[in-house]
């Protein structure tokens, strides 16, 4: 209870009645959902929240999830956290053939549902690669979001190339009807920030009209605290919240 209330205090956002739940997206594999997706969860733990994470479908390991629930300080089933484990590191429709097996919607239904009546604030869940990877003939990593009602927010790297990924992806959301609460950048090297580090957060916000959250930082060694910390400095989280 108290640790609800200086969620609220801190202006926030207030501790779900019912428990919200935020997609977060990759312009592509690689750019950092994980990490972001980790920071986020160890930054809302921090402000007191109470915090489920999920990935529906993974390709080639379990490793997302386990680094999600660290983050997040819970422990739930694996099979509620991942309830599609596809053992090939592919795209999940060619994971899935390859495995001779389609992919379970329902299994990830369930799994959703377990998460609501574990009364969570929030449930972040992490995608698999870009938007339009295919899951099954017809359906894509970008359905996802309306199958669980979720708000977006989109991880773009950082550098040169941001542009172009991140104009693509969110015009793939706006044709769908979604508006992503925002990018947020992910730096993949550390030093100084360069030109395109530095100047594509305006030129996307300018062109696309969805907001930069923040340059996330480059961060080595980190542990859950060290994430949350670094995401609560360098993005706007209330900005995902409200
Ligand atoms: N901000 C960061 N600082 C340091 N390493 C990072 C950062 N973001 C991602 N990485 C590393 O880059 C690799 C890809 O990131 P990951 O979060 O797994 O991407 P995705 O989930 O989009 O495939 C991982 O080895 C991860 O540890
Ligand atoms: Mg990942």
Redesign the pocket.
Known sequence: MREKLLWSQRGVGIAAQDMKTIFVA?TD????????AGALAAAMRLRGARIGVMKPISCGGLE?GRFLMACAGTNDPVRFVNPVALKHPLSPNVAAKLEKRRIDLKAIDSAFEYFKNKKYDYLII?GCGGLLVPIRENYFVIDLIRRFRAETVL?SRAGLGAINHSLLSIEALKNRGIHPRGIIF???NGGELSVPEKTNPEVVQKISSVRSLGI?????SCGEDCLGKAFLKHVALEKILC
């Open positions: 990759g594999t690689g750019v950092g959902k994980t990490m972001v997302d992490e991880v992910n730096r993949l996330f930082p480059f961060m080595k």
